[in-house]
């Protein structure tokens, strides 16, 4: 089955910019989303289709997809980003859906 | 406006039954898929399999294919997962959320499910 990792954790200052990565076999063929996951609350889409946007969800959170390695970027980060961060795939040869390992983003 | 309202948390012995609701308001019901994921205490999201409320058409992932069912029902635009015989290792929090081409765009509270003797 298809596997995507993440880094369990990155620490970014208030301000500067966090970069997570999630690391698939050719994962950059795929459509790449990112959910943002609070604690104690259900997940909310971020990023979907590699660099979209849904309605509402800041500027600051970008996205992109190529090769082995899809990234979501937080510009200027806030305090309120902290959370968990999770990418995820649908493996098309099967129509299974993936989620990556996560990642914690602690702001310090 | 899109909402996905889960059932209420639940506490059970292993072996019990159970079934969990999703009903979903703000859209067609039975135009999207409707996923549920699985997050163990303190770990990350698991896809368990989607269900078709047009059709009925289910897709498991293959950790969960016969361990739990899923259904609907329709007229109250409600999606169910169900468990036959609860273990300890199916405590967790149990998410519904709305498939939108490939990704998840709406999620539903969450349901947690405690097994315990």
């Known amino acids: 089955s298809y596997v995507l990792t993440q880094p369990p954790s990155v620490s970014v200052a208030p301000g500067q910019t966090a970069t997570i990565t999630c690391g698939g076999n050719?994962?950059?063929?795929?459509?790449v989303h990112w959910y943002q996951q609070k604690p104690g609350q259900a997940p909310v889409l971020v990023v979907y289709?590699?660099?979209d946007r849904p309605s509402g969800i800041p500027e600051r959170f970008s996205g992109s997809n190529s090769g082995n390695t899809a990234t979501l970027t937080i510009s200027r980060v806030e305090a309120g980003d902290e959370a968990d961060y999770f990418c995820?795939?649908?493996?098309?040869?099967?129509?299974?859906?993936?989620f990556g390992t996560g990642t914690k983003i602690t702001v310090l | 406006e899109v909402q996905l309202v889960q059932s209420a948390a639940e506490v059970k012995t292993p072996g019990e039954s159970l079934k969990i609701s999703c009903q979903a308001s703000?859209?067609?019901?039975?135009?999207?898929?409707i996923a549920w994921v699985r997050q163990m205490p303190g770990k990350g999201l698991e896809w368990m399999g989607i269900?078709?409320?047009?059709?009925?058409?289910?897709t498991y992932s293959p950790s969960f294919q016969g361990q739990v069912t899923m259904s609907d029902d329709k007229s109250i635009s409600t999606v169910y997962l169900q468990w036959s015989s609860l273990k300890a290792s199916d405590t967790g929090v149990y998410y519904c959320?709305?498939?939108?081409?490939?990704?998840?765009?709406?999620w539903g509270q969450g349901t947690l499910v405690t097994v315990s003797s």
């Open positions: 289709d590699d660099s």
């Open positions: 703000g859209y067609s019901f039975t135009s999207n898929w």
């Open positions: 050719n994962i950059g063929s795929k459509s």
């Open positions: 269900i078709y409320p047009g059709d009925s058409d289910t």
């Open positions: 995820q795939v649908r493996d098309n040869s099967n129509k299974h859906y993936v």
């Open positions: 959320a709305r498939v939108s081409k490939y990704h998840f765009d709406f």
